[in-house]
């Protein structure tokens, strides 16, 4: 732009004023607009005449002037358009920025739809339970979904062992849990459900509520308030015979109609009363529940035993590996709460 055009002087101070009109405008843009701008300038443009007449020596001293204009119009346009970015006290030649209160989107709104907390929840899935917001636990005992290879699900029956199949864990009211199944299957299983066993001490703690009662609900067994009274499976279908050990066979005890014995397993939740103030369900009783120990340990005890080695929430059997499953082998996933 500080080339003479070949043509006449006034060719050439136009251009000179048409520079200092552009660099005037950018210093100015987006503050009061480049038609305060054009306004200021516009008796210079009108007056063609005085333009045509002025000599050479002024075109070149104008020229000049215009580099010095130059750099101080960009600084200053630079120094304006950090202030208009910063919004230093919302005015800027005279124009003044309005002002909008920055809106927070409540966290809870940021998680999908299926991950959103219930209310007084935390931030644990809507189908567990926060306990005291370190960790999450499923409300009700765990069931099964069957993962197909071209990507579908399908139910499993909670009477069926799940041995060399890909399932992941739900966790739902009113249907039956699933039993016979393994320490390592339930792993894998919560796992597949971005979830994992719960620590012992963490089932204990879930199990106690916030009152740390021995059976969830209160220091003293209640009959019949959670599933800890039903029949025995084993000698409604077998008869007598418990004494040997050919009675307790791994066939036998893995044997789906076990737990389809009227009076033994229950629906989950259905005993209502069998909870606490965490929101937790037949977390004694109904199924032994396993816990994350690599060398075996279930807890809570099942429809007909819940003190024979402990009682309640203090139940704890150990005398199986993680690997081992009968009809009266259940589980419920924990989690971490969302950061």
């Known amino acids: 732009m500080g080339v003479l055009e070949p043509g006449g002087v006034g ?14 405008g950018v210093a100015t843009l987006g503050l009061v607009g480049l038609a305060a701008g054009c306004a200021k300038m516009a008796p210079s443009l009108q007056d063609e005449s005085r333009i045509a007449v002025a000599s050479l020596s002024q075109a070149r001293s104008s020229i000049a002037g215009r580099h010095d204009r130059s750099a101080k119009g960009a600084r ?3 120094s304006a358009a950090r202030a208009a970015a910063a919004g230093r006290d919302g005015m800027l030649l005279g124009a003044i920025a309005p002002r909008h209160p920055v809106a927070e989107t409540p966290l809870d709104q ?14 644990c899935p809507p189908d567990m339970a926060s306990i005291d917001d370190r960790f999450c636990v499923d409300k009700y005992e765990g069931s099964l979904v069957e993962l197909l290879p071209n990507g579908d699900e399908r139910a499993w029956s909670p009477f069926q062992v799940a041995d060399g199949r890909a399932v992941r864990a739900v966790s739902e009211p009113h249907v039956y849990p699933q039993g016979y199944i393994s320490g390592n299957q339930a ?19 879930a199990c106690m509520g916030p009152s740390h009662a021995t059976w969830g609900y209160g220091e ?19 008869g007598g015979g418990g004494a040997s050990r050919s009675f307790w066979a791994t066939d036998r005890m893995n044997n789906p109609a ?22 937790v369900y037949d977390m004694v009783g109904n199924l032994h ?23 309640g929430c203090t139940y704890r059997t150990m005398a199986h590996e993680a690997w081992y499953h009968d009809y009266s082998t259940g589980f419920r996933c924990c989690s971490d709460p969302a950061p």
């Open 289 to 311: 529940e396993w816990v994350d120990d690599p060398k075996g340990t279930f807890q809570g005890g099942y429809y007909l035993d819940t003190q024979i080695n402990g009682d």
């Open 187 to 205: 792993a894998e299983a919560c796992s597949r459900s971005g979830k994992r066993l719960c620590k012992p001490e963490e089932w204990r703690q």
């Open 220 to 238: 003293a067994r209640q009959t019949k308030r959670c599933n800890d009274h039903g029949r025995s499976s084993m000698g409604a279908i077998y």
């Open 76 to 78: 200053q346009g630079e």
């Open 11 to 24: 060719r050439v101070n136009r251009g000179a004023l048409a520079a200092a009109f552009t660099i005037y």
């Open 110 to 123: 940021l998680l999908g739809e299926g991950d959103r907390p219930l209310p007084n929840n935390g931030l």
């Open 258 to 279: 076990l737990n389809q014995v009227p009076g033994t397993l229950a629906k989950t939740g259905d005993h209502e009363a069998c909870t606490n103030d965490y929101g």
